[in-house]
């Protein structure tokens, strides 16, 4: 799944103007924007991003 991850990030998707109201087209857009961090230097924790994907 790391490679896809990379891969998908390579493209540079670019986030929504407002992604609290723009829904989300796909679960890789969905999934790049839940993996954000909001400090770039600590991952963010994946119980986070569970949440965030409703999974």
Do not use: H, V
């Amino acid at each position: 799944m790391q490679g896809i991850g990379r891969t998908y990030a390579a493209l540079k998707p670019a986030l929504a103007a407002d992604t609290a109201t723009t829904p989300t087209p796909n679960f890789l857009d969905a999934l790049w924007r839940a993996q954000l961090p909001s400090d770039p230097s600590t991952p963010k924790p994946y119980e986070e991003i569970r949440a965030e994907l409703n999974l």
